[in-house]
């Protein structure tokens, strides 16, 4: 007979064990393939949510500007474009508005809220979701999520709240911060949409469903006053260009060489300024002739500064700065005073940084040019002079709002001058008037130029001084009858110049150094020269000012590969279902030998090797491996199923929202199907090896066990073991109470592990002495159970590893319910409600003059209160609830405020895992190490991360003292970590300094991240107090135990999800215990039928059998169990953890299961005790 056809017919004639250990092998490998199959199933819903909601969207350009909508037409027509795009949309996008319900009886409000304004090309971009009806004039489309959100159906009528554009810095104290939003009330809700496809547009990788509400294009642009202008563009690629191959971004760059935006685009203008003067005498004389280039913020930002110095430095290009003097007059330094007090200010003036060049040299009023000014100079006009009798040497003192403002409050602050010189001004004959300018009998000079003022809506529009509408404090006492006068004359005319260099010093800010830029007029300067030169600049320098397109649908597809591998996840949450699995394949296979001892005997016995005997048996495991991995491969699939049906159901916490649908790879069916197979192989072959060292005589008499016994000897090394053990398990609890956090759920759960080692050691201990002891008669009431206890000891390794697999699954399944995690006053810092709005909020609502203006009457509710506004810059959701990976994650700026109210707190603070602190002062509050700054372009910034941020969000992870480099803005920037909290309200963001927030987020403003601590008593008045108050905004207020609820939620499922897998290993286990059991029946079949001889009975045979099995799994449960009771109690008495009672409840029935399914399965080796031969085992005896 040949190798492999005997390897066959000992398959077909074992069929029955051999199917049992296929079972077996089908148990790991579809747990194996189950496993790789949720993690192509999680990429896959990932990418596919990608896919839905951008639909043929494969590029945007959104910019805080609005430009052109030609500008998509433009685009569409180009070359390149044509090339590998297929569309270009213009749309308008607003990523965080306020949608509220208008209904006299039910209010609803969303923050947070995207709207896109549109036209029917947007929705060409997708054949998924369409509204039955686009929305018109003051009408709107909501998507399902909205809807639900705001209780809202069709015909409805709501409120939209969005930011007006192009709009000075609300930073600046020339900004107007109490019109920045423009409501649209009265839209009409003509159709809600699912959320799926467009209907699920956003522009965040995030599983979350968002808030979508759609307008009609026009309907935003007449609100916004951006006629004919939009703030976004779409593009699509050609049909048949996969957004992540080599040509996509071949594509990508083609179009960064396609867009072509005008001068316009970039919010810049230019306006030629020429003043002429008609003698009729003379001839007429050009005062002053040059192009004046404007931003439509009022300040050039330092990007177009750079780019415009290099692009007219030819041409002559000069820079001015602009800015507002409160108060202007004459100083007497040696008794710190005005020099003369019943002259009063000079109120409210224009004052000019400007260097004195041959395209703007000023004259002194002898007609001489004025010499450069140094740094404490300045000029007045002769206006200024005469009011305050000022003369050449005399101290003049300027006052002035700071150039950036905190919580809105605009500073003013002085710098005193000597005065140079006196440049002569003009008056008119004839004043200012709409429409027409001043005009002059006499000559006008240089000085009379009121446009090297940019314009400030509500104020160098206004007729007088006394219609001003003034977006900073004004003072009306200060504005004398001269002073309107001047106006009147002279309107926005500077009073004062002073040199670009302290002009920039002093009123230069984050937001730039330039109000414009005077280029002279001469020969070849045009209009269009000026224009192209500056494009070609922005071209050389690789600088877009913001209009850039971005790659969104390649950038989200690689986001979804994801932050956690749920397939390497899952082997780990099932890993005792693979454990048992592999158990019960080498239980059964060596059973399966030891039915066949007598026929592996006789093939030694008649000359075969014994490794030729250990191929065979290896070859027939083998083919039933591979049959059985098989139908593992089937039952994977069904056990992927299963778990991602508990993922949408059970088990959601994990994944937020029930996204998720059965997806699957090749690879991963290949996969699994190896190493199932792979791993049950060596299983079987390790079982096949622990038969080697029986011999030939005692293979034929059917054992398969070595017959040499080693004398008991006294254990008294491992007892002193175990007992030290046990008694450092109750040091360690001890101390343990006097940590926090996972610190101390980490140092209890290490109490429990050394008490369980103690316990087993204990139960090695006593199985040994038991099991080998001299003889003695068993009698009482207690006798059979003695025997049972005796008969586990008599092999005490094989008893001992079976109530270690027991105690040790039963110990982690019930030990790691100290890790749940309870919402706690250290994740919140002791604050109580988290705040976000959707605009930003300016007032400090911890001094009383900002209590005054947003609450009024109802102000006392916040007595004994503090609220923390914090800086917040957009970005990706990098806490444990966005499945997809984060590439530039929201960013936060601490205040000072924040830093120094926890130098100073009592109560609770946020709980650190660690930090770079190395003072006293740090390392009681390592907020401060936020305070470091270094402006050199390559210093790295100070962060503090939360710690499931760091190690899990953030690829790769971070910790203490990791550098890390994201892409902001088309800027790199390079952060520092210099501390971790630990499981705080604040995971998913970065948190830097607000200073460096400034720096490299200059053109976000104000504040929309509040931390809030109410009063005793009154959260939820002070939470409904400011949702109304602070409405415009968009001010959404929860509790912070809410908001770390379902931060926590992810590890708690996870958790929740190991123990349920787990239990299931457990109940899988119980029958490797029946095949243990099963075995020590074969091997004492002839003791078990001497005693029948001998004449037990055999109910009592079966008592003493089944009492070994329960002896064995209520020993190696009750030792489990109670390891992990002193790694959970005192965790849960301490107040740390977070344990329910149902979950206590259902841990005690998983056990309880785990004990009555072992029993039951007992019962099988009962059953084969009662079946065994008598005669014939006495034979064998």
């Known amino acids: 007979m040949s190798f492999w056809r005997l390897v066959i017919q000992s398959l077909t004639y074992?069929?029955?064990?051999?199917?049992?250990?296929?079972?077996?092998?089908?148990?790991?490998?579809?747990?194996?393939?189950?496993?790789?199959?949720?993690?192509?199933?999680?990429?896959?819903?990932?990418?596919?949510?990608?896919?839905?909601?951008?639909?043929?969207?494969?590029?945007?350009?959104?910019?805080?500007?609005?430009?052109?909508?030609?500008?998509?037409?433009?685009?569409?027509?180009?070359?390149?474009?044509?090339?590998?795009?297929?569309?270009?949309?213009?749309?308008?996008?607003?990523?965080?508005?306020?949608?509220?319900?208008?209904?006299?009886?039910?209010?609803?409000?969303?923050?947070?809220?995207?709207?896109?304004?549109?036209?029917?090309?947007?929705?060409?971009?997708?054949?998924?979701?369409?509204?039955?009806?686009?929305?018109?004039?003051?009408?709107?489309?909501?998507?399902?999520?909205?809807?639900?959100?705001?209780?809202?159906?069709?015909?409805?009528?709501?409120?939209?709240?969005?930011?007006?554009?192009?709009?000075?810095?609300?930073?600046?104290?020339?900004?107007?911060?109490?019109?920045?939003?423009?409501?649209?009330?009265?839209?009409?809700?003509?159709?809600?949409?699912?959320?799926?496809?467009?209907?699920?547009?956003?522009?965040?990788?995030?599983?979350?469903?968002?808030?979508?509400?759609?307008?009609?294009?026009?309907?935003?642009?007449?609100?916004?006053?951006?006629?004919?202008?939009?703030?976004?563009?779409?593009?699509?690629?050609?049909?048949?260009?996969?957004?992540?191959?080599?040509?996509?971004?071949?594509?990508?760059?083609?179009?960064?060489?396609?867009?072509?935006?005008?001068?316009?685009?970039?919010?810049?203008?230019?306006?030629?300024?020429?003043?002429?003067?008609?003698?009729?005498?003379?001839?007429?004389?050009?005062?002053?002739?040059?192009?004046?280039?404007?931003?439509?913020?009022?300040?050039?930002?330092?990007?177009?500064?750079?780019?415009?110095?290099?692009?007219?430095?030819?041409?002559?290009?000069?820079?001015?700065?602009?800015?507002?003097?409160?108060?202007?007059?004459?100083?007497?330094?040696?008794?710190?005073?005005?020099?003369?007090?019943?002259?009063?200010?000079?109120?409210?003036?224009?004052?000019?940084?400007?260097?004195?060049?041959?395209?703007?040299?000023?004259?002194?009023?002898?007609?001489?040019?004025?010499?450069?000014?140094?740094?404490?100079?300045?000029?007045?006009?002769?206006?200024?002079?005469?009011?305050?009798?000022?003369?050449?040497?005399?101290?003049?003192?300027?006052?002035?709002?700071?150039?950036?403002?905190?919580?809105?409050?605009?500073?003013?602050?002085?710098?005193?001058?000597?005065?140079?010189?006196?440049?002569?001004?003009?008056?008119?004959?004839?004043?200012?008037?709409?429409?027409?300018?001043?005009?002059?009998?006499?000559?006008?000079?240089?000085?009379?130029?009121?446009?090297?003022?940019?314009?400030?809506?509500?104020?160098?529009?206004?007729?007088?001084?006394?219609?001003?509408?003034?977006?900073?404090?004004?003072?009306?006492?200060?504005v004398r009858g001269q002073d309107d006068n001047y106006w009147e004359n002279h309107r926005t005319t500077p009073k004062a110049f002073v040199s670009l260099e302290t002009g920039g010093r002093l009123w230069g800010s984050r937001f730039g150094r330039l109000t414009s830029i005077r280029i002279p007029a001469r020969e070849g300067v045009t209009t269009n020269s000026i224009q192209q030169a500056f494009l070609a600049e922005l071209a050389k320098e690789n600088e877009s000012l913001g209009m850039d397109f971005i790659p969104v649908k390649r950038q989200q597809l690689a986001a979804s590969s994801g932050t956690t591998p749920f397939d390497g996840l899952?082997?780990?949450?099932?890993?005792?279902?693979?454990?048992?699995?592999?158990?019960?394949?080498?239980?059964?296979?060596?059973?399966?030998?030891?039915?066949?001892?007598?026929?592996?005997?006789?093939?030694?016995?008649?000359?075969?090797?014994?490794?030729?005997?250990?191929?065979?048996?290896?070859?027939?495991?083998?083919?039933?491996?591979?049959?059985?991995?098989?139908?593992?491969?089937?039952?994977?699939?069904?056990?992927?199923?299963?778990?991602?049906?508990?993922?949408?159901?059970?088990?959601?916490?994990?994944?937020?929202?029930?996204?998720?649908?059965?997806?699957?790879?090749?690879?991963?069916?290949?996969?699994?199907?190896?190493?199932?197979?792979?791993?049950?192989?060596?299983?079987?072959?390790?079982?096949?090896?622990?038969?080697?060292?029986?011999?030939?005589?005692?293979?034929?008499?059917?054992q398969t066990s070595d017959a040499h016994q080693v004398a008991y000897k006294p254990q008294t090394r491992l007892s002193l073991a175990a007992l030290l053990s046990i008694l450092v398990a109750f040091v360690l609890a001890a101390a343990a109470a006097q940590l926090g956090g996972m610190a101390q759920a980490g140092a209890f759960l290490g109490a429990g592990f050394l008490m369980l080692t103690g316990l087993l050691l204990l139960v090695w201990v006593r199985l040994k002495r038991g099991g080998r002891r001299e003889l003695k008669p068993f009698t009482g009431g207690w006798a059979l159970t003695k025997l049972a206890f005796r008969n586990a000891g008599r092999n005490p390794g094989r008893s001992a590893s079976t109530i270690g697999l027991m105690a040790t699954a039963s110990f982690l399944i019930v030990g790691l319910s100290s890790f749940r995690l309870a919402p706690s006053t250290e994740g919140a810092g002791g604050f109580d409600l988290v705040a976000q709005s959707s605009e930003p909020v300016f007032v400090d609502l911890n001094r009383d003059e900002g209590r005054e203006e947003i609450l009024a009457d109802k102000q006392h509710l916040l007595d004994g209160g503090l609220v923390f506004g914090l800086r917040f810059r957009e970005g990706d959701d990098a806490s444990c609830n966005n499945l997809y990976r984060s590439t530039q994650p929201r960013v936060m700026g601490i205040t000072a405020a924040f830093v120094n109210h926890f130098d100073t707190a009592t109560e609770a603070k946020f709980r650190w895992m660690k930090s770079e602190a190395t003072t006293d002062a740090d390392k009681l509050n390592p907020w401060r190490l936020l305070a470091s700054t270094n402006e050199t372009p390559d210093a790295s910034i100070p962060v503090v991360i939360d710690m499931n941020t760091a190690m899990y969000s953030l690829k790769p992870p971070a910790n203490v003292g990791t550098d890390l480099e994201l892409t902001y803005d088309e800027r790199t920037i390079r952060f520092h970590v210099v501390g971790l909290l630990e499981n705080s309200v604040l995971q998913g963001s970065l948190l830097i300094g607000e200073t460096n927030f400034e720096r490299v987020f200059p053109n976000v403003s104000g504040y929309r991240y509040f931390l809030i601590q109410s009063p005793p008593g009154k959260s939820q008045q002070v939470s409904e107090l400011l949702e109304e108050r602070l409405s415009d905004q968009g001010f959404d207020a929860v509790q912070a135990s809410q908001v770390l609820e379902q931060l926590f939620a992810v590890q708690n499922t996870y958790l929740s999800t190991f123990q349920s897998l787990g239990a299931l290993g457990l109940l899988l286990g119980t029958f490797g215990l029946a095949a243990v059991q099963m075995r020590n029946v074969l091997e004492r079949r002839g003791e078990l039928a001497l005693l029948r001889a001998t004449g037990f009975c055999e109910k009592r045979l079966a008592k003493m059998v089944l009492l070994e099995n329960v002896l064995l799994l209520f020993g190696g449960l009750a030792t489990g169990t109670t390891a992990a009771l002193l790694a959970v109690l005192p965790h849960k008495l301490t107040g740390n953890a977070s344990i329910p009672s149902d979950l206590l409840r259902d841990l005690a029935l998983m056990l309880l299961a785990v004990l009555v399914v072992g029993i039951v399965s007992s019962l099988l080796s009962v059953r084969a005790s009662l079946r065994v031969p008598v005669l014939s085992a006495l034979r064998g005896e």
């Open 14 to 478: 074992y069929w029955r064990i051999n199917l049992a250990v296929a079972f077996g092998v089908a148990a790991a490998t579809s747990v194996l393939t189950g496993a790789l199959l949720v993690g192509d199933s999680v990429k896959g819903s990932l990418r596919h949510l990608t896919l839905e909601r951008l639909g043929d969207i494969d590029e945007i350009l959104v910019t805080d500007r609005f430009f052109r909508t030609e500008l998509a037409t433009e685009l569409a027509a180009e070359e390149q474009f044509k090339r590998y795009y297929d569309l270009a949309a213009p749309v308008i996008l607003f990523p965080s508005t306020t949608i509220e319900l208008q209904h006299a009886d039910q209010t609803g409000r969303s923050s947070n809220v995207l709207i896109v304004g549109c036209d029917s090309r947007f929705w060409d971009l997708s054949d998924d979701v369409r509204p039955r009806k686009l929305p018109g004039e003051d009408e709107i489309v909501l998507n399902q999520a909205l809807a639900s959100d705001l209780h809202a159906e069709i015909s409805s009528q709501v409120v939209a709240r969005l930011p007006k554009g192009n709009q000075v810095p609300a930073d600046s104290p020339l900004a107007d911060k109490s019109d920045r939003i423009r409501s649209l009330p009265g839209l009409t809700v003509v159709d809600v949409i699912p959320a799926r496809g467009l209907g699920r547009f956003s522009l965040r990788p995030s599983q979350s469903v968002p808030l979508v509400a759609f307008v009609s294009m026009k309907t935003l642009q007449e609100a916004l006053d951006q006629g004919g202008k939009v703030n976004s563009l779409l593009a699509s690629l050609n049909p048949g260009i996969s957004p992540t191959s080599r040509e996509a971004a071949t594509a990508s760059d083609a179009l960064k060489l396609a867009l072509r935006p005008s001068f316009e685009d970039y919010g810049l203008s230019i306006k030629r300024v020429t003043r002429v003067f008609n003698d009729t005498t003379s001839a007429s004389e050009t005062i002053y002739d040059y192009f004046s280039i404007t931003s439509d913020r009022m300040i050039l930002s330092p990007e177009a500064e750079s780019i415009a110095s290099a692009a007219f430095a030819k041409m002559g290009g000069q820079g001015v700065m602009t800015y507002l003097a409160t108060k202007m007059q004459k100083w007497d330094e040696s008794s710190n005073a005005a020099a003369d007090e019943s002259r009063g200010p000079i109120a409210y003036s224009m004052i000019s940084g400007i260097d004195l060049k041959d395209s703007f040299r000023l004259l002194d009023v002898e007609g001489r040019p004025i010499d450069t000014l140094r740094e404490n100079e300045i000029i007045l006009n002769s206006w200024a002079a005469d009011d305050q009798q000022a003369k050449p040497g005399d101290t003049i003192r300027v006052a002035y709002f700071e150039a950036e403002t905190t919580h809105g409050d605009a500073v003013e602050t002085h710098a005193d001058f000597i005065l140079k010189a006196i440049t002569p001004i003009t008056e008119p004959f004839s004043s200012y008037r709409r429409g027409r300018e001043a005009q002059y009998r006499k000559r006008p000079t240089l000085a009379n130029d009121p446009d090297l003022t940019p314009e400030v809506e509500g104020v160098t529009d206004q007729e007088t001084i006394d219609d001003w509408d003034a977006p900073f404090p004004f003072d009306y006492k200060l």
């Open 570 to 702: 899952f082997l780990g949450l099932s890993f005792f279902i693979i454990a048992a699995a592999l158990l019960l394949v080498a239980l059964l296979f060596r059973l399966g030998v030891e039915q066949r001892a007598r026929e592996i005997g006789a093939l030694l016995a008649v000359g075969l090797r014994r490794s030729r005997t250990s191929r065979l048996f290896v070859a027939e495991g083998a083919l039933v491996a591979i049959n059985g991995g098989l139908a593992g491969i089937a039952i994977g699939v069904g056990y992927a199923w299963l778990m991602l049906t508990g993922l949408r159901t059970w088990w959601v916490g994990a994944i937020t929202t029930p996204f998720l649908e059965f997806y699957w790879t090749p690879k991963s069916l290949v996969l699994g199907y190896v190493l199932g197979v792979v791993v049950s192989v060596l299983t079987i072959a390790w079982s096949i090896r622990q038969t080697r060292k029986v011999s030939t005589c005692r293979l034929l008499a059917g």
